[in-house]
């Protein structure tokens, strides 16, 4: 049973993916929106409910006197390193990946700079309600800069609005698909990894570390396939934003979060040392060919393992 549920799921990211990536292509060119700034504005957002749940249960649970801080700190920061570590380079592996120099030298403020702000946030081993509401705030403005004249294309009449919703229809359809298809192939991961005896912290840093990552990687490598680099690098670059910034500054609005210094003093620093990398390769190589996608690949995977030796 497990068995075909992993397959349906696999089947699902597959089907979901495919009209994901045609909705958000039709909605580009109806609304004259840049691919890049729809997978910043739209895939991202969508790609990450299941990291803006996560932070949101977890919040709730420490309302109620729980200890879930960790849950939404660790998984804002493992879902950035997985998708600017692992999903980047994986999808960097099927093609060449791009950007003019004007909007990578923009885009790394920000990926670089929502880091350092969560990193002042929680300097004091906490982030209050006024401190979340501010991360949140930050990412509104990010995302209004993003579409700020973005939309060009004016249009009126029953055609053009009945294509327009098409291409929502196919958008949001395509986003469910996948986000339950991930959900599905994670546990059905599991129950067949428990039917063969592996152990349950192998599971959870293997399986649910890359199933959180499972929606932007089967968006990304969709579209980079299709030839659609912009849409791919726009859906992690905003995914990357989005992780950082909002399920912690949701979930701290909630409720006040403790912020383990260890993660100040490990994942942070290693994750802006990997963003920094990318930045690099995109800036001095003009872009990210498969060389490259080996070596960011190596970084996450070294300090994987780093980590779990540590844990161990």
């Known amino acids: 049973m ?85 999903v980047l380079g994986i999808t960097g592996l099927f093609g060449y990946l791009s950007l003019p120099r004007n909007i990578i030298y923009q885009q790394g403020a920000a990926l670089l700079g929502s880091l350092v702000f969560l990193g002042l946030v929680g300097f004091d081993g906490h982030v209050s309600r006024t401190e979340g509401i501010s991360l949140v705030f930050f990412y509104v403005l990010y995302l209004m800069y993003v579409l700020a004249g973005a939309v060009t294309l004016e249009k009126s009449g029953g055609w053009w609005a009945t294509r327009l919703a098409s291409a929502f229809a196919y958008l949001i359809v395509g986003l469910v698909i996948v986000i339950a298809s991930a959900e599905l192939t994670v546990w059905s991961t599991i ?30 490598v969709g579209a980079i396939l299709k030839r659609r680099p912009d849409l791919s690098l726009g859906n992690l670059i905003g995914s990357n934003v989005f992780d950082t910034l909002v399920p912690v500054g949701v979930a701290a609005s909630i409720t006040r979060l403790d912020f383990n210094g260890d993660m100040l003093r490990h994942e942070l620093p290693f994750l ?38 540590e844990v161990i």
């Open 272 to 309: 802006f040392v990997l963003t920094s990398v990318v930045l690099l390769f995109l800036i001095r190589k003009a872009g990210i060919q498969k060389r490259h996608a080996v070596i960011i690949i190596g970084m996450y995977l070294t300090y994987a393992v780093f980590r779990v030796q």
């Open 2 to 86: 497990e068995f075909f549920a992993l397959l349906a799921g696999l089947a699902g990211l597959w089907f979901g993916t495919e009209a994901t990536i045609r909705g958000a292509v039709a909605l580009a060119q109806r609304l004259g929106i840049p691919e890049f700034a729809v997978g910043i504005a739209v895939l991202s957002i969508g790609s990450d409910l299941p990291e803006l749940s996560i932070a949101v249960d977890a919040a709730i649970k420490n309302l109620h006197g729980g200890r879930a801080s960790d849950v939404v700190v660790g998984s804002a920061f493992g879902s950035d390193m997985g998708q600017i570590g692992l």
């Open 191 to 220: 129950q067949v990894a428990q039917t063969f005896d592996i152990e349950q912290s192998i599971i959870a840093i293997i399986v649910i570390g890359l199933g959180t990552s499972l929606p932007e990687l089967s968006i990304s």
